[in-house]
């Protein structure tokens, strides 16, 4: 069955560590990924995408995402943490621009000072 | 600039009774949609409507109707509503004339159905 499957429900992270959320997908072929982020109250926000090329793709407010087809995996960084990054994460992906962007449960992240 | 803009932010409902949540964008996207989210499944399309006349059915459509009422406005109505549609709704649109894959949300509109 299609998925996308975000292992962690919640990570801790101390302000200026780096930091890892991991996304995994089950699709036929390499759909399009994305990663968004939720503030507490608030709307969804776009960080970055990939739709092909280069698998290492930079977004905003210094994230980054590593695509790995051997892995089915769509990892989201950033070197180091900033405690306006706590937040929800989601991973999304859309097969072939259908208008059916399906989503992740989400990682909640918090930020340590 | 408003982006979407979803009414109403709140609503407590009792179960039976009916509702339409509203939902405007200002940025002259082709492509509308209604997203429920609820704790642990992330967000689940409702509806999505590609261009004005036109709507589909999303993964969970069961117990809702949508309305696209013009470019900007996209409503999403609960009949006969039920504690299990208590959620989080979110509007959100798109530009799809030149495809970037970028949602654009409202801030969600928190429905109780007791």
């Known amino acids: 069955a299609q998925s996308v499957t975000q292992p962690d429900i919640h990570i801790t992270v101390s302000e200026g560590a780096s930091l890892e959320l991991r996304c995994n997908y089950s699709y036929g072929a390499t759909p399009y990924l994305f990663w968004y982020v939720q503030s507490p109250g608030q709307g969804l926000q776009l960080l970055l995408k990939?739709?092909?090329?280069?698998?290492l793709v930079q977004g905003i407010k210094g994230f980054e995402a590593e695509f790995k087809r051997s892995q089915s995996s769509f990892n989201l960084r950033k070197p180091s943490v900033h405690w306006s990054d706590a937040a929800e994460y989601f991973c999304a992906v859309e097969p072939y621009n259908n208008n059916d962007m399906r989503f992740g449960a989400g990682t909640r992240l918090t930020v340590k000072p | 600039n408003a982006g979407v803009t979803q009414t109403p932010k709140f609503q407590v409902l009792k179960t039976g009774q009916s509702m339409t949540l509203q939902c405007a964008q200002d940025m002259n996207h082709n492509s509308m949609y209604w997203y429920r989210q609820d704790p642990g499944m992330g967000l689940r399309l409702i509806y999505y409507?590609?261009?004005?006349?036109?709507?589909d059915k999303g993964e969970v459509p069961n117990g809702y109707n949508v309305s696209r009422l013009n470019k900007r406005e996209f409503s999403l109505r609960l009949e006969s509503a039920a504690p299990s549609q208590t959620s989080v709704y979110f509007c959100a649109s798109s530009e799809e004339e030149i495809y970037t894959g970028e949602l654009f949300f409202g801030e969600g509109s928190r429905l109780t159905v007791l």
């Open positions: 409507s590609a261009s004005e006349g036109t709507t």
């Open positions: 990939y739709f092909s090329g280069d698998t």
